[in-house]
């Protein structure tokens, strides 16, 4: 398992942008798949967006399709989650989260989580 570290969470306004990171370390993050979930208070967490080994296939929830770009720099073991036109309805702890099974990313069920950076958008 890697381990994982987010950070850039913050408190912005409505219509503002964040790029979140996740820094890896015990591991290849090149062999891994990648993803964000977040989880609001009082809510489940719920899947934001994902992506391959080399970057190119990417997957978004509809919720911030066309607002966020997730992507990686295997050679820095971070992978950068870009928050644009942010809404109040996005403000919840975001996790960064690995597996070597892209099933497992998308399902939230990846062996490898870090500890959350919090996104607060006031309006």
């Known amino acids: 398992q890697v381990q994982l570290v987010e950070s850039g969470g913050g408190l912005v306004q409505a219509g503002g942008s964040l790029r979140l990171s996740c820094v890896a370390s015990?591991?290849?993050?090149?062999?891994?798949?990648m993803g964000w979930f977040r989880q609001a208070p009082g809510k489940e967490r719920e899947f934001v967006a994902a992506l391959g080994w080399s970057g190119v296939s990417t997957y978004y929830a509809d919720s911030v399709k066309g607002r966020c770009t997730v992507s990686r720099d295997n050679a820095k073991n971070t992978v950068y989650l870009q928050m644009n036109s942010l809404k109040p309805e996005d403000t919840a702890i975001y996790y960064c989260?690995?597996?070597?099974?892209?099933?497992?990313?998308?399902?939230?069920?990846?062996?490898?989580w870090g500890q959350g950076t919090q996104v607060t958008v006031s309006s």
């Open positions: 989260t690995a597996d070597k099974l892209i099933s497992r990313v998308r399902a939230g069920t990846s062996g490898s």
């Open positions: 015990g591991g290849t993050l090149s062999t891994y798949y």
